[in-house]
């Protein structure tokens, strides 16, 4: 999905064309997740595996909810609001007044009646798109509302599948190896990047998120960052080292949280028959098999001790996108690292393709001019900066999704994981969360100052 401005003269019927199929990709994938992945009765739809995650059928019907709220209700042409399809479960759907650890109580929806909701919505979802002239109303300009909703639906589709990582039992996922490295010797290396002011943020892309606007100048020092994110056998050697008994390494908050759970590894790693392994959707293997792929379920203390240990830190929020966009070589702002077209599967490992992070190397398409690669797909990348306002943000179309998380102890993870879908995948989408969850996609490369 381009995810640029469209300029006047845009063909409209191709615009409600892509849309339309940016919608019926991210149905799919809910469905991959919940109804083709269990058979009908299964009680792994309606448990709550973490209290972290909400049960999967209250995703589905959730989904259902907010598009019923914002393409039927809003997304009509020339009215201001029409009847919804089932306003009367508004109340059980509302993730502000309804925490996770909750949501296994309330009276919701069954898996069958939450797919049927969502199958009634998408069909008055599609009339409205279908007969609507994207009229001069802020929410329907360009067709914004409904880019929003296909990325709302792409990201719980990711912590969908978050929550499947946390499923006990055999898996019920498959999907194709991540392509092998072509690009020997990343792992460790690192890329210099000379100071410079860029414009960070973006104001005239349609489908852009309140909280990636306006574009404003930011002034970078020069820096290096690792031409890769850091891998599980780098981190392996951390953890072997000591890394997790060393409080020197740690901050004051990152040492409370692993020494009061017991961290000894990243989430799923364990020590069997004199070596490390993971679980990933239920299946089990050696560390020592996937050397090379980007560690997997840190939380951010985690990634920052290991940088104190290797001697660096991680980037900061700036640093990263700069790395990511800026062109030293004519100074433009590029959409990615590897230019302004979109992410293709030669570029980046999206949209759940493999399941799994790719070996460092496996897209060179995808590098920045400098020769920093992966910045786009296979983990989160835990920042050194908290989620904060651009300088003149504005709420918009809801003060909910950005504006009530400003502050805090919350920090900043860049660059889309392997469960990312395309439409969300740009430079300048901003994920946050609390610095010890982990139970995201999420990973690390380190950075230092110049």
Known sequence: MTTTSPRPGTDRAALRRRLA???????????????????????????????????????VA??????????????????????????????LYDAFTNPRAGRPQLPLLDP?????????????????????????RRTLADGFLFGMIVQHEQQHVETMLATHQLRAGAPVLRADPPPAAVVPGLAGTEVFHPGAEFLMGTS?????????????????????????PVTNAEYARFVDDGGYTRRDLWSAAGWEHITGEGWTAPMTWEHRDGAWHRTSFGVRERIGDVPDQPVLHVSFGEAAAYAAWAGKRLPTEAEWEFAARYDHASGAIRRFPWGDDDPTPER?????????????????????????HQLIGDVWEWCDSGFEGYPGFEPFPYKEYSEVFFGGDFRILRGSSFGVGTPNARTTFRNWDLPIRRQIFSGFRCARSA
């Open 112 to 136: 069958d009646e939450a797919r049927v909701y969502g199958d009634r919505v998408r069909e008055q979802a599609l009339a409205h798109l279908e007969a609507g002239s994207f009229d001069e």
């Open 21 to 59: 199929a940016e919608l019926a990709a991210a149905r799919a994938r809910t469905r991959a997740l919940t109804h083709d992945a269990f058979p009908a009765g299964d009680p792994d739809l309606t448990r709550q595996h973490s209290p972290l995650m909400s049960p999967l059928h209250w995703d």
């Open 204 to 228: 005239d892309d349609a489908f852009a998120l309140d909280n990636e606007k306006p574009a404003h100048p930011v002034r970078v020092g020069a820096f290096w960052l690792d031409a890769a």
């Open 348 to 372: 980046a490992n999206l949209d759940q393709r493999h399941l799994q992070p790719a070996p460092v190397g496996a897209y060179p398409a995808g590098a920045s001019p400098l020769g920093v």
């Open 62 to 91: 959730h989904i259902a909810n907010m598009e019923d709220f914002w393409l039927v209700r809003r997304g009509a042409p020339d009215t201001e609001l029409v009847a919804g399809v089932r306003e009367d479960v508004d109340h």
